[in-house]
């Protein structure tokens, strides 16, 4: 009777320890989201996290979740967006104006309308959008980051984007052959071309 006592016991502590150590971890695991449920990369450099926030709401407005298809962050164009940006193959200049004009979109917004955009109504977030790309600069910046958007689309999922190929089988796209394994993905491809 001791033993199977004992048993029951040491089973109701090894649960006890499971879903102790599982409550310890929920801390972690939230703060690797927003507060709207968004996936938040550990690494977010060159952005600040207020600015990759404020840059996957602006993604939902240009490509939303509209029950039609994949949302921007359904196909990860915000982590496929950081990757861009830390691409040392591109332009410098080309990624510091989507940087420059990320600041000037909040600043904008925080001018005009005296919120953080990210705390706007969708509604409110669509209208402030559709008021920016009126202007220039808002108009190329918001064309650069539609493309990087049909990119993350378009993309192998081995780049970041496109996860679990969610855009190939919206499109009923069949992939190109061979498909890129480390030796001949970007920015390793462009070394074979030198040994030539």
């Known amino acids: 009777?001791?033993?199977?006592?004992?048993?029951?016991?040491?089973?109701?502590?090894?649960?006890?320890?499971?879903?102790?150590?599982?409550?310890?971890?929920?801390?972690?695991?939230?703060?690797?989201?927003?507060?709207?449920?968004?996936?938040?990369?550990?690494?977010?450099?060159?952005?600040?996290?207020?600015?990759?926030?404020?840059?996957?709401?602006?993604?939902?407005?240009?490509?939303?979740?509209?029950?039609n298809g994949p949302s921007a962050i359904d196909i990860h164009a915000d982590q496929y967006i950081l990757w861009v940006l830390n691409d040392p193959e591109l332009d410098?200049?080309?990624?510091?104006?989507?940087?420059?004009?990320?600041d000037l979109f909040q600043e904008k917004c925080a001018e005009s309308l005296?919120?953080?955009?990210?705390?706007?109504?969708?509604?409110?977030?669509?209208?402030?959008?559709?008021?920016?790309?009126?202007?220039?600069?808002?108009?190329?910046w918001m064309s650069r980051l539609l493309t990087l958007i049909f990119e993350a689309l378009l993309l192998d999922p081995s780049y970041g984007g496109n996860s679990e190929e969610v855009g190939w089988n919206w499109l009923a796209h069949n992939p190109g052959y061979p498909r890129p394994h480390d030796k001949i993905r970007y920015p390793n491809i462009l070394s074979l071309k030198h040994e030539v």
């Open 114 to 140: 005296s919120m953080d955009f990210k705390s706007l109504s969708i509604a409110e977030q669509q209208d402030f959008v559709s008021t920016i790309s009126r202007e220039k600069w808002g108009k190329r």
């Open 1 to 67: 009777m001791k033993d199977q006592d004992w048993n029951i016991s040491r089973k109701n502590f090894v649960r006890t320890m499971l879903l102790g150590g599982l409550a310890l971890q929920l801390p972690w695991l939230q703060s690797c989201t927003d507060e709207h449920g968004f996936p938040i990369p550990a690494n977010l450099d060159p952005l600040t996290k207020d600015q990759f926030v404020t840059l996957q709401h602006l993604l939902l407005i240009l490509f939303p979740d509209d029950g």
């Open 92 to 102: 410098p200049n080309e990624n510091n104006f989507i940087i420059e004009k990320l």
